[in-house]
């Protein structure tokens, strides 16, 4: 960048195919970013460079990127590096759904996978899975789109980016999830709140969930609970820092307990409150309540 020009922010969305990544950047749009549909990665820079010129500058842009670029993984990878060596910080989105959900995805619209040749739909998948692999470990916020409709998918993208300013400062979101319904596909970190006695097994609780007082209460009040979320309050505190400085701007912590209903809910809402006392902007989500 130029001293004529201003750095823009830059979000990739990326992702596998039909995990719902024009839905994301219709949103964007929405929200009144730039957004530029399957862009070579080798444009990036280019596309930084146009949107940061000063005279009708566009202060964010968001580039939908996918295997339809042949050299996908390394192609981002060195574009990535170029924006950064520049000074600009691109945030990657990555948008995946489980193979259930794309096989449905796919044949409810009729259409091959991109790089499903002449095999199966499923061997697209798999292929596509195997490119995007690195690029999912290193993206600034993974987002789970199984079992989500489009007004959801809107509805997680509006709370990710709705009051975004560009600011470095971390989001964290705190999910609550049942073991039996399986981990979180996009969570960065996971903790097991299984070691505290289950209210499942106390009658008048059973009906209730970790929202009620009645409940949050006796989990509270198990031994070792306040002690656990004090020592990990310290560990979110120390990861929170070192992801601010490495320049990560989103976080999605999984509480879990077996059902879902009492135990994780009513601990990930305490982790929650804890944060937010931290300064942290953190939205809270019950994967798995309500689901018996």
Avoid at 16 to 36: C, H, I, N, Q, Y
Avoid at 249 to 275: D, W
Wanted: aromatic share 6%.
């Amino acid at each position: 960048m130029t001293s004529e020009t201003k750095i823009p922010d830059i979000v990739i969305v990326t992702g596998m195919s039909g995990a719902g990544r024009s839905t994301a950047a219709k949103s964007l749009e929405d929200l009144d970013w730039f957004v530029v549909d399957n862009l070579p990665p080798g444009l990036l820079a280019t596309m930084a460079d146009l949107g940061g010129r000063v005279k009708d500058a566009v202060p964010r842009i968001a580039v939908v990127v996918d295997v339809r670029s042949r050299a996908f993984t390394a192609d981002l990878h060195s574009s990535i590096a170029e924006l950064e060596a520049r000074g600009v910080h691109p945030r990657v989105v990555f948008l995946e759904a489980s193979d259930a959900d794309l096989v449905r995805r796919f044949e409810s619209v009729r259409r091959p996978h991109p790089l499903q040749g002449d095999g199966r739909l499923v061997d697209g998948i798999a292929r596509e899975r195997e490119l995007v692999r690195e690029v999912r470990a290193e993206a600034d916020l993974v987002i789970d789109t199984s079992g989500l409709n489009v007004h959801e998918l809107r509805a997680k993208i509006i709370g990710y980016f709705g009051t975004d300013t560009g600011e470095s400062r971390l989001r964290a979101t705190v999910v609550s999830f049942g073991y039996k319904y399986g981990l979180p596909v996009d969570a960065d970190l996971v903790v097991d709140c299984r070691f505290l006695p289950n209210p499942h097994w106390v009658p008048e609780l059973r009906p209730k969930t970790g929202r009620d007082v009645a409940v949050r209460d006796y989990v509270l009040g198990q031994r070792g609970a306040k002690e656990f979320l004090e020592a990990y309050t310290d560990v979110l505190r120390l990861l929170a820092d070192g992801y601010e400085r490495e320049g990560k701007h989103y976080v999605t912590l999984a509480v879990g307990c077996t059902g879902g209903k009492h135990r994780s809910v009513a601990m990930a809402e305490q982790i929650a409150a804890r944060l937010r006392d931290e300064g942290l902007d953190v939205q809270v989500a019950h994967r798995d309540l309500g689901r018996e």
